[in-house]
């Protein structure tokens, strides 16, 4: 079963300051969808980014950049010039490629707490 | 607008009565799933469906009953043998055979026992 893990329960960061928030994941398929997901104190689950993995390019979202190291299972997620509205929930999680036949389960971290400090 | 809506906000359940969390989607997204989440727990797979009349069990669906009759529709019951119910559940859904397209999300609805 896939799994994933996100080691740091609570990070801070300065406000205009860059943060990486690091998340690792297990699984034996080759092809799968990787994403980051804000929970901000309204609760509402907001997109923030997301990787291929047949993908070698990093993805970037305007101030969001994920590092994508497939063969050591590492999506790693950095915010630069942090801004107060950033801090939230982060949830790193892990979609199955849902091949014919297959499920598409939709697997989340425990998240992280991030502050942002003015 | 498209978007999936959970009802209530709020509820509270007596000890040993049966609830049903409403989510409704309009979508026209193919696979919904359910999710329990607790502090420190992140989100935990409760139950999931890919196609109307089929579910699959998540990580933790002992107590917890869900039925797929309408492609928009996918109501989770948290029966009396759920335990410690009192959490905060959000109901996704995503389209089938999109793989990188990401899960849509519901506001949720905190469930109390009182």
């Known amino acids: 079963a896939q799994t994933v893990t996100q080691s740091q329960p609570e990070m801070s960061v300065q406000e205009a300051e860059t943060v990486t928030l690091s998340c690792t994941y297990d699984t034996s398929e080759s092809d799968y969808y990787l994403f980051w997901y804000k929970q901000p104190p309204s609760r509402q689950m907001i997109l923030v980014i997301r990787?291929?993995?047949?993908?070698?390019q990093n993805a970037t979202e305007n101030r969001f950049s994920v590092n994508f190291q497939k063969a050591a299972k590492s999506f790693s997620l950095k915010i630069s010039d942090s801004q107060l509205g950033d801090a939230a929930m982060y949830f790193c999680a892990y979609r199955s490629p849902g091949t014919q036949g297959g499920s598409e389960k939709l697997v989340f971290g425990k998240g992280m707490k991030l502050t942002v400090n003015p | 607008d498209g978007g999936i809506t959970q009802s209530p906000k709020y509820l509270f359940r007596k000890e040993g009565q049966n609830v049903t969390l409403s989510c409704e989607q309009n979508l026209n997204h193919d696979a919904m799933y359910w999710y329990r989440q607790d502090p420190g727990q992140g989100l935990r797979l409760i139950y999931y469906?890919?196609?109307?009349?089929?579910?699959q069990k998540g990580d933790i669906a002992e107590g917890y009953s869900v039925s797929r009759e309408k492609k928009e529709s996918f109501p989770l019951t948290v029966t009396s043998a759920q335990k410690n119910p009192t959490a905060f559940y959000l109901c996704?859904?995503?389209?089938?055979?999109?793989?990188?397209?990401?899960?849509?999300f519901g506001q949720g609805t905190r469930l109390t026992v009182v």
């Open positions: 990787q291929e993995a047949y993908k070698q």
């Open positions: 469906s890919q196609i109307v009349n089929d579910f």
């Open positions: 996704a859904s995503t389209p089938w055979g999109r793989r990188g397209t990401e899960a849509f």
